[in-house]
Nanobody, 121 residues
Framework: QVQLVESGGGLVQAGGSLRLSCAAS????????MGWYRQAPGKQRELVAR?????????DYADPGKGRFTISRDNAKNTVYLQMKSLKPEDTAVYYC?????????????WGQGTQVTVSS
């Protein structure tokens, strides 16, 4: 089992910044990918960014966040961060932390409870 606790969401004006955090606990040694997804009202959940657990810490960004969002991972704290800047109203969504597990007996992935990000114009 892995537990995910998210923090950092809130209300911000367009052009502002927020940093989301997601702390993992439990079987963290089996985590291979940590990432963030978002879901706006009436839309499907979509990838925002993810970071892979390999020597180089490869990252992957969806187009909406490229150049504005930065994902990072602190392996010592089992925490993934999403630094968001130049926020736009269309970034408004519930942001979910996601981890993908390596070969394990349990579920292949876990989701956080979600944190609301609201960007006002």
């Amino acid at each position: 089992q892995v537990q995910l606790v998210e923090s950092g969401g809130g209300l911000v004006q367009a052009g502002g910044s927020l940093r989301l955090s997601c702390a993992a606990s439990g079987r963290t040694s089996s985590i291979k990918v940590m990432g963030w997804y978002r879901q706006a009202p009436g839309k499907q959940r979509e990838l925002v960014a993810r970071v892979f657990d390999n020597g180089g810490g490869r990252t992957d960004y969806a187009d909406p966040g490229k150049g504005r969002f930065t994902i990072s991972r602190d392996n010592a704290k089992n925490t993934v961060y999403l630094q968001m800047k130049s926020l736009k109203p269309e970034d408004t969504a519930v942001y979910y932390c996601n981890v993908v597990m390596g070969p394990t007996m349990g579920p292949p992935a876990y989701w956080g409870q979600g944190t609301q990000v609201t960007v006002s114009s």
